[in-house]
T-cell receptor
Framework: AQSVTQPDIHITVSEGASLELRCNYS??????LFWYVQSPGQGLQLLLK??????LVQGIKGFEAEFKRSQSSFNLRKPSVHWSDAAEYFC?????????????FGRGTSLIVHP | GAVVSQHPSRVICKSGTSVKIECRSL??????MFWYRQFPKQSLMLMAT?????????EQGVEKDKFLINHASLTLSTLTVTSAHPEDSSFYIC?????????????FGPGTRLTVL
């Protein structure tokens, strides 16, 4: 069975600083990987996904993530954090069922942004 | 973008009562919807997959008689927590699936906070 580990419960950064959120996965086949952001009162929003091809994927809001098979990692990065990026971030690995990808989520990392 | 709503956003009920949560896809039709449960500071756990016009598929360990799911139309799925108890208090999130060119993407609702007294 697949699993996702997000080792950091909280991350605190200053506005304008760079950000890296860690994600390690366990999956027997080629993984389908996702990063979501959850803001209070809003649903989870997909930031980016990796299915195949270029291991560096670009997402929305200036985020990117790099798939490293040798390390079973899919870390999320942003070069300059904005105060509005404060939220909960979830990494997920998807199991494919037909055309659907059923995600298994990590426990999330809470991003705190200091002015 | 695709929008999914949930109603109510918060509900408080007495132990032993039943609560219905609605999940609607506002601007697209969804053959498949999903229900998740999220405990504080924990990840989302898939409870069941809901297909329009057929019975829901429940994940292992989820009580079918406790969590009744109905997907009567392509834009509405409901989750009814029957005979709710304090341990059912949680954050319930639904998602609706949209078929894109290369894969089916899930769009998530904002969640419903259930508190059972």
């Amino acid at each position: 069975a697949q699993s996702v580990t997000q080792p950091d419960i909280h991350i605190t950064v200053s506005e304008g600083a760079s950000l890296e959120l860690r994600c390690n996965y366990s999956y027997g086949a080629t993984p389908y990987l996702f990063w979501y952001v959850q803001s209070p009162g809003q649903g989870l929003q997909l930031l980016l996904k990796y299915f195949s091809g270029d291991t560096l994927v670009q997402g929305i809001k200036g985020f990117e993530a790099e798939f490293k098979r040798s390390q079973s990692s899919f870390n999320l990065r942003k070069p300059s954090v904005h105060w509005s990026d404060a939220a909960e971030y979830f990494c997920a690995v998807g199991a494919r069922t037909g055309g659907s990808y059923i995600p298994t989520f990590g426990r999330g990392t809470s991003l705190i942004v200091h002015p | 973008g695709a929008v999914v709503s949930q109603h109510p956003s918060r509900v408080i009920c007495k132990s032993g009562t039943s609560v219905k949560i609605e999940c609607r896809s506002l601007d697209f039709q969804a053959t498949t919807m999903f229900w998740y449960r999220q405990f504080p500071k924990q990840s989302l756990m898939l409870m069941a997959t809901s297909n329009e016009g057929s019975k829901a598929t429940y994940e292992q360990g989820v009580e079918k008689d406790k969590f009744l799911i109905n997907h009567a139309s392509l834009t509405l799925s409901t989750l009814t927590v029957t005979s709710a108890h304090p341990e059912d208090s949680s954050f319930y999130i639904c998602s609706a699936e949209m078929a894109l060119s290369s894969y089916n993407e899930q769009f998530f609702g904002p969640g419903t906070r259930l508190t059972v007294l």
